[in-house]
């Protein structure tokens, strides 16, 4: 099995390496420190599997994930990311990941993670999956999460994204607070998210449209 590890941190590709050499000579590592790297890699050589964090320096965000699933439909990808899996476990999903894992997991969870995900499964802890909403797909979307917002939810969530207040909101747009408030619910849930604060969050891995 060829694995490719892609993470801006040197200390977290040794470790990474480290915890699947233990599966035995069978795996074969590579490494990429940026985006532009991993393009490269992945041009001029075929892998079984792809472990991506979500900051490369180079590139950031859910969108990553969304362009190598683009270029390379066959490729599974394992996130392995330091952002909480919620709500960036169902996103990455979403966005064509097989898997997801927050950094601080112990090494038994990753190589149960690269197993399942090579084998063609999806991964995600049973821990989060447990906290989801009943009905939560866990396939990859044909569009870009922010593309399924209106034109009106789209000025709404760039607002809320900004940290500016209801009523500067409703003010800007010539609606009601309590109209703002309509929209960001229904943002909310078509983003995966239950906060405004993760909201925020969200908005920092996902470049506004121009």
Same mark, same amino acid.
């Given at each position: 099995?060829?694995?490719?590890?892609?993470?801006?941190?040197?200390?977290?590709?040794?470790?990474?390496?480290?915890?699947? /050499?233990?599966?035995?000579?069978?795996?074969?590592?590579?490494?990429?420190?940026?985006?532009?790297?991993?393009?490269?890699?992945?041009?001029?050589?075929?892998?079984? &599997?792809?472990?991506?964090?979500?900051?490369?320096?180079?590139?950031?965000?859910?969108?990553?994930?969304?362009?190598?699933?683009?270029?390379?439909?066959?490729?599974?990808?394992?996130?392995?990311?330091?952002?909480?899996?919620?709500?960036?476990?169902?996103?990455?999903?979403?966005?064509?990941?097989?898997?997801? &894992?927050?950094?601080?997991?112990?090494?038994?969870?990753?190589?149960? =993670?690269?197993?399942?995900?090579?084998?063609?499964?999806?991964?995600?802890?049973?821990?989060?999956?447990?906290?989801?909403?009943?009905?939560?797909?866990?396939?990859?979307?044909?569009?870009?999460?922010?593309?399924? &917002?209106?034109?009106?939810?789209?000025?709404?969530?760039? =607002?809320?994204?900004? /940290?500016?207040?209801?009523?500067?909101?409703?003010?800007?747009?010539?609606?009601?607070?309590?109209?703002?408030?309509?929209?960001?619910?229904?943002?909310?849930?078509? &983003?995966?998210?239950?906060?405004?604060?993760?909201?925020? =969050?969200?908005?920092?891995?996902?470049?506004?449209?121009?």
């Amino acid at each position: 099995m060829r694995v490719m590890i892609a993470d801006d941190h040197q200390i977290v590709r040794a470790g990474v390496g480290l915890i699947l /050499g233990s599966l035995g000579e069978r795996v074969e590592i590579a490494e990429s420190s940026s985006f532009a790297m991993l393009q490269e890699k992945l041009s001029r050589s075929h892998y079984d &599997l792809l472990i991506l964090d979500l900051n490369l320096g180079d590139k950031n965000g859910i969108y990553t994930i969304q362009e190598v699933n683009h270029l390379y439909p066959d490729l599974p990808t394992l996130v392995l990311s330091m952002h909480p899996e919620n709500p960036y476990a169902i996103q990455s999903i979403q966005a064509g990941a097989k898997g997801y &894992l927050n950094k601080t997991v112990l090494p038994e969870n990753l190589i149960e =993670a690269v197993k399942r995900v090579s084998s063609g499964a999806t991964y995600l802890t049973k821990e989060y999956q447990e906290t989801l909403p009943f009905g939560t797909k866990f396939t990859k979307c044909k569009d870009r999460l922010l593309d399924s &917002l209106s034109q009106r939810e789209y000025e709404v969530y760039s =607002a809320l994204s900004e /940290g500016v207040c209801f009523s500067k909101i409703a003010q800007k747009l010539n609606i009601s607070p309590k109209t703002v408030s309509t929209y960001r619910t229904r943002i909310l849930e078509k &983003l995966s998210l239950s906060t405004t604060e993760q909201l925020v =969050a969200f908005a920092l891995l996902h470049p506004v449209k121009d």
